[in-house]
């Protein structure tokens, strides 16, 4: 008998990988959103379920993510049924990675976001993980890429870090491995509870770095981002040539 994605996801909200994402997540989010609240929240993903809980007490109204017309954003649509601006903080967990187009995709979360909104991202790190073979993502990301996705869509990054570095040097070997056996591997499969709530530990301790700096390699990838024109971001002007002056402008001056 089939399930809904709700009932899919909700087997792996206990899973040490979705709640260690969802510590790191809320963290950030805690400190980066304006009056660390939220008026509309906008949660899209299954796996952003596990964030929704968390976000209650800071979010005073919050759609998604399993509302039937967000099912397919992404997937198969690159719109939303919600007016512009409508929403001051936007989640899109596991959504750009499966996107067909993620360049609308992204286009269309900054469309709902308001001026003064803050746009939340996770996405799978690493395109050398990524296999022809892969059950998973469609495409992986790396900090600049990321970066440039955003910039092209008018966002501005805020924050950009890695997720899930400290176990990252055990799941990478693995991930590879099965690569080249042709078997991916789900590191959100069942496991004993002692090894999910060591694992989950372990994952949720970086919220103590990534909110201080930028964590330089993980599994995952958590970015926040703004209106470019919230954040007062421009090109910064370029320096005037300083090239040997002209003999005409010396004599000028001699004179």
């Given at each position: 008998?089939?399930?809904?994605?709700?009932?899919?996801?909700?087997?792996?909200n206990?899973h040490?990988?979705?709640?260690g994402?969802?510590?790191?997540?809320?963290?950030?989010?805690?400190?980066h959103?304006a009056?660390?609240?939220?008026?509309?929240?906008?949660l899209?993903?299954?796996?952003?379920?596990?964030l929704?809980?968390k976000?209650?007490?800071i979010c005073?109204e919050?759609s998604?993510?399993?509302?039937?017309n967000?099912?397919?954003f992404?997937?198969?649509?690159?719109t939303l049924p919600y007016?512009?601006?409508?929403?001051?903080?936007?989640c899109?967990?596991?959504v750009l990675g499966?996107a067909?187009?993620?360049?609308?995709?992204?286009?269309?979360?900054?469309?709902?976001?308001?001026p003064?909104?803050?746009?939340?991202?996770?996405?799978?790190?690493?395109?050398?993980?990524?296999?022809?073979?892969?059950?998973?993502?469609?495409?992986r990301?790396?900090?600049?890429?990321?970066?440039?996705?955003?910039?092209?869509?008018?966002?501005?990054?805020?924050?950009?870090t890695?997720?899930?570095?400290?176990?990252?040097?055990?799941i990478?070997?693995?991930?590879?491995?099965?690569?080249l056996?042709?078997?991916?591997?789900?590191?959100r499969?069942?496991?004993?509870?002692l090894?999910?709530?060591?694992?989950?530990r372990?994952?949720?301790?970086?919220?103590?770095?990534s909110?201080h700096?930028d964590l330089?390699?993980?599994?995952?990838?958590?970015?926040?981002?703004?209106?470019?024109?919230?954040?007062?971001?421009?090109?910064?002007?370029?320096?005037?040539?300083?090239g040997?002056?002209?003999?005409?402008?010396?004599?000028?001056?001699?004179?």
């Amino acid at each position: 008998m089939s399930t809904s994605p709700k009932e899919h996801f909700e087997t792996l909200n206990d899973h040490w990988w979705s709640r260690g994402r969802c510590a790191v997540s809320l963290d950030l989010l805690r400190r980066h959103l304006a009056h660390g609240e939220a008026k509309h929240a906008l949660l899209l993903g299954p796996s952003a379920d596990a964030l929704r809980e968390k976000l209650e007490p800071i979010c005073g109204e919050i759609s998604g993510p399993f509302e039937k017309n967000l099912q397919e954003f992404g997937v198969t649509g690159d719109t939303l049924p919600y007016e512009d601006e409508s929403f001051d903080l936007v989640c899109a967990l596991d959504v750009l990675g499966e996107a067909e187009d993620d360049e609308a995709v992204v286009s269309e979360l900054r469309r709902v976001l308001s001026p003064e909104g803050l746009l939340l991202l996770a996405v799978p790190a690493h395109p050398w993980l990524f296999s022809d073979n892969d059950s998973g993502p469609r495409r992986r990301y790396t900090r600049r890429s990321l970066a440039k996705r955003l910039r092209d869509c008018d966002l501005t990054p805020e924050r950009n870090t890695y997720a899930n570095s400290l176990l990252f040097p055990l799941i990478a070997p693995a991930a590879l491995a099965a690569r080249l056996v042709d078997k991916p591997v789900d590191q959100r499969l069942p496991m004993p509870k002692l090894a999910n709530e060591l694992c989950y530990r372990a994952f949720a301790a970086e919220r103590f770095l990534s909110r201080h700096v930028d964590l330089p390699l993980g599994q995952t990838l958590v970015a926040l981002a703004r209106h470019r024109e919230a954040t007062g971001w421009i090109l910064p002007e370029r320096a005037p040539e300083r090239g040997r002056p002209r003999i005409a402008s010396i004599q000028t001056a001699c004179c």
